[in-house]
């Protein structure tokens, strides 16, 4: 917080008003661990920027500067009101204003939207502090407004409900059922990112729940979706990443194409291919010790694979630590352990480079992890001539 209070009193000792506001401020009031700090100013982003000096200008049309502070970076956001959303896009211009009310009333829900104070004290217009002792989330002002302004709103309100295992207000909830059409208009990328946190909430469960029975789902790509009946039996903290979490879902919703799947919701291609590698793992019956299953596809792999499946209620026989152990004792761990190459085998075989190269090698990889050959040099070299291991030529 320090850093960020030092930038709070250089914006006012050049005459501006500055303070912490946002999810920061609702983190400190329930003692959970801070993401990144925003600050709010009156000062427009060309003070900003003569004022401190180094700037990022992230988005100036939005009012919004990063400031470096000693190898941090800071969001620095000046006053304003939203303009007209067009086509719920957010508005292409913005009304600076100089009054953090004017600016607290633009933000989604009430325990976002409090400003911190030098002295400790919070501005809290619209009873945030209480709503968050009651455990409630709701839309700042008229939430069927809010929602048709900004529907990723509806994402965000589920997302703290998985974060922070809130209920919704009435009236909020009600608009989120009447507006969960509009979903349909807004990027998916940025209902991708919001639901991406969703997963990683402690009450993910009921939050896709409430996705699900809202019929918010409905609108999202290849919705609607349902889940397996043992619903609450599902622990989601076992699942530790993104694509972890994906796959733990898409199995839940039993997607029987997860790459193709995924393309609608524009996850990154590796992404995509990483969560259909560990499903089908799942799907299988794969063996967790065995040594060219653990060479080949990594621990890191097989162990998201024995993740997935403790959540989907699968007991593996082995351990974690066992399959740790399985792998430290692999003789070799990746190809470039391997005590020859494919050079070397070119010339011992004495044959044009081809595609007998990769095959040959992985056959002496097999024979190394099997342990029927040892990983030396000299060994391997005397069973390929031994064993007339020299493929047809070409
Ligand atoms: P996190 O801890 O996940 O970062 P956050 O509340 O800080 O949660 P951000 O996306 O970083 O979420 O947004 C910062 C603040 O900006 C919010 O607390 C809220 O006040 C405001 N905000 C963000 N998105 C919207 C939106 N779509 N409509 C209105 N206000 C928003
Ligand atoms: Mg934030």
Redesign the pocket.
């Known amino acids: 917080m320090t850093k960020a209070q030092k930038i709070i009193e250089t914006l006012q000792a050049n005459g501006f008003k500055a303070y912490i506001?946002?999810?920061?401020v609702?983190?400190r009031l329930l003692d959970k661990s801070l993401?990144?700090i925003?600050i709010a100013t009156s000062a427009h982003p060309e003070d900003v920027m003569r004022i401190f000096p180094k700037t990022i200008p992230i988005g100036l049309s939005h009012g919004t500067v990063i400031v470096r502070e000693d190898g941090e970076s800071f969001e620095v956001t000046t006053f304003r009101a939203e303009g007209e959303y067009e086509d719920y896009r957010r508005p292409s211009d913005v009304e600076f204003h100089d009054s953090i009310e004017e600016d607290l009333a633009?933000?989604?829900f009430t325990i976002?939207?409090m400003a911190l104070k030098q002295d400790g004290t919070i501005i809290d217009p619209y009873g945030g502090k209480q709503d968050l002792l009651d455990g409630i989330i709701r839309a700042v002002g008229d939430p069927f407004e809010r929602f048709q302004e900004?529907p990723?709103?509806m994402m965000?309100g589920i997302r703290f409900h998985s974060l922070l295992g809130f209920t919704l207000h009435e009236d909020t909830l009600a608009a989120l059922i009447d507006r969960a059409h509009l979903l349909e208009k807004i990027s998916v990328e940025r209902i991708r990112e919001e639901f991406e946190?969703l997963l990683a909430g402690a009450h993910a469960e009921v939050a896709l729940k409430l996705l699900i029975d809202s019929g918010m789902s409905k609108h999202l790509p290849h919705g609607p979706y349902s889940l397996d009946k043992k619903e609450y039996d599902f622990d989601w903290k076992i699942l530790y990443d993104d694509v972890q979490r994906w796959s733990g879902f898409l199995l839940r919703i039993k997607v029987a194409d997860p790459y193709d799947w995924l393309k609608a919701w524009r996850l990154p291609n590796q992404k995509r291919a990483r969560v259909d590698s560990i499903i089908r793992l799942v799907r299988s019956d794969i063996d967790f010790q065995s040594p060219v299953n653990l060479y080949m596809h990594g621990l890191e792999s097989l162990e998201a694979v024995h993740k997935v499946k403790a959540y989907l209620g699968e007991k593996p026989h082995v351990t974690i630590e066992e399959m740790r152990e399985s792998f430290t004792r692999l003789p070799i761990q990746e190809r470039s352990e391997l005590g020859i190459d494919g050079n070397d085998l070119k010339e011992i075989c004495n044959r044009k480079p081809g595609p007998w190269i990769a095959s040959l090698l992985e056959q002496i990889e097999q024979r190394v992890l099997e342990g029927s050959i040892k990983n030396d040099p000299s060994e391997i070299k005397e069973w390929i001539t031994k064993c007339h291991q020299l493929p047809e030529n070409d």
């Open positions: 506001v946002g999810g920061v609702r983190d993401g990144d925003d633009r933000r989604d976002n939207a900004d990723l709103r965000r946190k």
